[in-house]
C-alpha cells in the first residue's frame, strides 16, 4: 500500500479517539463538563470528516456563488477509460476544462441573441467524485454552472436553460476534442455504426430505454459518455444551491446507509440500486480503493469564479451590493468573506448538537486544549474517564500454506 493510504487509514482509526486530543468545554451555569475528541480530517472515506468538509463547501459556496440560476451538469465515462483516468488524473482535468469551454462557448452564443456585444465570460465551479453511490471506483464530473455571461462590466446576461440539442452539442464538442487527448494514450473512439453498437453493448445492459419511450430530458450519450443537465436551481433558491454544492463535495460513505449486522457482516443501502452485504474486509478493501487522487483539487473554479478573476468579485456581490453600486460601478473592494465556517456551527450543522450550548439552556465556554496524545491521556486520567482501549492487532503474516509434500 502506498504511504498516503496507510496514513488516511490511522488517521481515521484516531478519528474522534478522545486518547489523542480533545478540546474540553464546560458549562458556565451548571458547571457540566465534556469532552470533543479531535477530528482525522480525511478526505477519504471517514464519514463524519468527509461530511463535515461537504458541508463547510456548501455553506462557503452559497455565500461566495453569484445571484442567478445554476445548473448542474454531469459527465460521466465510459467503463473503458475509467482506470485510464485513475492512473492518470491529469485526463480528467482536460476533460473538465473542455467541458466549461463547450459551455460557456454554448452560452455565449445564447447571450449574443440576446443581443449582448462585447467580451463576455462565464463561471463555473467542478467537484471531482472519485466514487459512485455503490461504492465503486468511477471517477466522474460534476459541474455547476450559472446561467448567466458576465460583460466586461460585471453585469450579467441571465440565460434560459439549454436544451436537449444543445446538450448533445456540447458533449459532442468535448469529445470531438478529447480524442486529441486520448490518442496519446493509445484509446480510440468507436469509428463507425457497427462499432458504436459494439459500445454501446459494452456499456449498458439490456433492457435500454427506447428511444421515445420516456426519453430523459436533457441527457446526451455517445462514445460510452454521459452527460446529464437536467438538475438546476432557481436564482432565488439559495438552499438548493447549498445542497447541490453539498452534493458535489460530499464523500462516498452515507453513515446512515450502513449498517453492522449481527453475524458482523455489514449491509449497504445505496442511493441508487440494490441493498447490498459485505464482509468487513471486502468493505476496507473497497473504501481503501477509493481514495481520491493526492496532492489534487477535487474542488475547482473556472473563469469569472476562478480566485483571480478580475470580475470576481462582481460577479459574485449581494443582489443589495448591485443595486446601490449599479451595473456599470467600479470594482468593489475585496469583500472580506468569511471563509470557513467556525468550529462549533459545522460541529453543530454536521452532528445536529451544540457544543457550546448545553442541555441546561447554559453557554460553554473552551477551558482547555489537549493536543498531544500524552496530554490528552494525562488529562482522561486525571478526570478518572476510562478510555476504551481501541489498540490495533499487531499486523500478522498471511497464514502460510502448507505443502503436500
Ligand atoms: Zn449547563
Ligand atoms: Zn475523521
Redesign the pocket.
Known amino acids: 500500500m502506498p504511504p498516503r493510504v496507510k496514513r488516511e487509514v490511522e488517521q481515521y482509526l484516531r478519528c474522534g479517539d478522545l486518547r489523542y486530543g480533545f478540546v474540553e468545554v464546560s458549562?458556565e451555569?451548571?458547571k457540566?463538563a465534556r469532552l470533543v475528541a479531535f477530528s482525522c480530517k480525511g478526505r477519504g472515506f471517514c464519514p463524519s470528516c468527509t461530511t463535515r468538509r461537504a458541508i463547510d463547501t456548501g455553506a462557503q459556496l452559497e455565500s461566495m456563488l453569484p445571484h442567478v440560476a445554476h445548473r448542474q451538469w454531469t459527465l460521466s465515462l465510459p467503463f473503458s477509460l475509467r482506470f485510464h483516468v485513475v492512473k492518470r488524473p491529469e485526463l480528467l482535468k482536460r476533460i473538465e476544462v473542455r467541458l466549461v469551454r463547450a459551455i460557456w462557448r454554448w452560452q455565449r452564443r445564447e447571450a449574443r441573441r440576446l443581443g449582448a456585444v462585447g467580451p463576455l465570460r462565464g463561471g463555473g465551479v467542478c467537484f471531482w467524485q472519485w466514487f459512485g453511490s455503490s461504492l465503486q471506483l468511477t471517477p466522474h464530473l460534476h459541474l455547476l454552472v450559472p446561467e448567466a455571461q458576465w460583460l466586461g462590466s460585471g453585469e450579467p446576461v441571465v440565460l434560459g436553460p439549454p436544451s436537449d440539442d444543445d446538450v448533445t452539442a456540447v458533449l459532442h464538442r468535448v469529445l470531438r476534442q478529447a480524442q486529441r487527448d486520448w490518442a496519446d494514450e493509445g484509446v480510440s473512439w468507436a469509428e463507425d455504426e457497427y462499432e458504436a453498437m459494439q459500445q454501446q453493448a459494452i456499456q449498458q445492459r439490456l433492457p435500454l430505454n427506447e428511444p421515445g419511450s420516456q426519453r430523459r430530458r436533457r441527457v446526451a450519450v455517445a462514445h460510452g459518455f454521459s452527460l446529464h443537465a437536467d438538475t438546476a436551481v432557481h436564482a432565488n433558491d439559495r438552499q438548493g444551491l447549498e445542497r447541490l454544492c453539498r452534493y458535489g463535495a460530499r464523500g462516498p460513505v452515507c453513515e446512515s446507509r450502513l449498517h453492522r449486522l449481527e453475524d458482523g457482516r455489514y449491509e449497504y443501502t445505496p442511493k441508487k440500486g440494490v441493498t447490498f452485504t459485505l464482509t468487513a474486509e471486502a468493505l476496507v478493501r473497497r473504501l481503501v480503493a477509493l481514495l481520491p487522487p493526492a496532492r489534487l483539487h477535487l474542488t475547482s473554479f473556472h473563469g469569472v469564479l476562478a480566485p483571480n478573476a478580475s470580475l470576481r468579485p462582481l460577479a459574485t456581490q449581494q443582489p443589495e451590493a448591485q443595486a446601490v453600486s449599479g451595473p456599470r460601478a467600479k470594482v468593489p473592494p475585496k469583500k472580506k468573506t468569511k471563509r470557513r465556517l467556525d468550529w462549533a456551527t459545522l460541529h453543530q450543522r454536521t452532528f445536529g448538537t451544540d457544543v457550546l450550548r448545553?442541555?441546561?439552556?447554559?453557554l460553554r465556554t473552551i477551558r482547555a486544549l489537549h493536543s498531544t496524545r500524552s496530554a490528552a491521556e494525562l488529562r482522561l486520567a486525571a478526570l478518572g474517564i476510562p478510555v476504551p482501549s481501541r489498540i490495533l492487532p499487531p499486523a500478522t503474516a498471511p497464514p502460510q500454506l502448507t505443502f503436500a509434500v
Open positions: 458549562c451555569v451548571c457540566e448545553c442541555p441546561c439552556g447554559g
